[in-house]
């Protein structure tokens, strides 16, 4: 799925994983969306969504806007990865023989968002430091909603104390491993080494979005504060 610059192939710097449950599942989801292309779901997904909205506005604020036309590409990928960021061309792949419907969508492009957010405020170097890796993969999996209460359920998982937090680090473990060839040790380790700093990066939400309300909540409050530095 990743490819070095100049490499033999071109492939996202990091990518989303599908959930062991979201796989048991997939057959029945395919069923509500089999008329769904990919393209319209994105659509869909820019237009609406409320963390894509959000992360839409902070990349413009930030100097990086996003055109759907230049910045996604909808393609045929190999395993089960949903979708990952191409740091090489600053494009978002989505992986559309393994999107199943609108819900997927909309967290796979939330997720890669996060990255493209990363990659636009910070030298990220995704090819040759697993720690800045490991370090948006936990962002992305603790501000996309790839962690929310619902997903978890989908799951089959259940925790109480911290559960947000155990989830979030074996996300990105599993995120570094699809795009990575390294141990799950090596994995872990980096992961371990960063959490504390980059789970409490909340940028550009400002808190942990946990479901949609939050969302436009921090959308909200995003808007709120760029109109305050506007008038500085």
Not at 66 to 93: K, L, M, P, W
Not at 154 to 161: A, D, I, S, T, Y
Request: glycine content about 6%.
């Amino acid at each position: 799925m990743a490819g070095a610059p100049g490499g033999g192939g071109r492939g996202p710097a990091a990518g989303e994983p599908p959930a062991r449950g979201e796989r048991q599942r997939g057959f029945l989801s395919s069923l509500f969306a089999r008329d769904q292309s990919c393209p319209t779901m994105l659509l869909e997904t820019l237009e609406t969504n409320p963390y894509v909205k959000l992360l839409l506005d902070a990349m413009r604020h930030s100097g990086c806007a996003v055109s759907r036309e230049r910045h996604f590409s909808c393609e045929a990928c190999d395993g089960n990865v949903s979708g990952g960021f191409d740091a090489t061309t600053s494009q978002i792949v989505l992986c559309q023989n393994n999107i199943r419907n609108q819900a997927h969508m909309s967290r796979v492009v939330t997720h890669e968002l996060i990255h493209a957010f990363d990659h636009c405020r910070a030298h990220v170097h995704w090819f040759t430091n697993v720690r800045h890796l490991a370090c948006s993969e936990i962002r992305a999996a603790s501000l996309s909603g790839d962690c929310s209460l619902m997903n978890e359920i989908l799951r089959f998982r259940f925790g109480l104390k911290q559960h947000h937090q155990t989830c979030v680090r074996d996300r990105a473990v599993l995120s570094i491993l699809a795009v990575r060839n390294i141990s799950r040790e090596e994995a872990q380790k980096a992961v371990d080494e960063v959490f504390q700093s980059c789970f409490n990066d909340r940028e550009p939400f400002g808190r942990i979005p946990h479901n949609k309300t939050y969302a436009r909540y921090a959308h909200r409050d995003f808007q709120d504060r760029d109109r305050y530095y506007a008038n500085i």
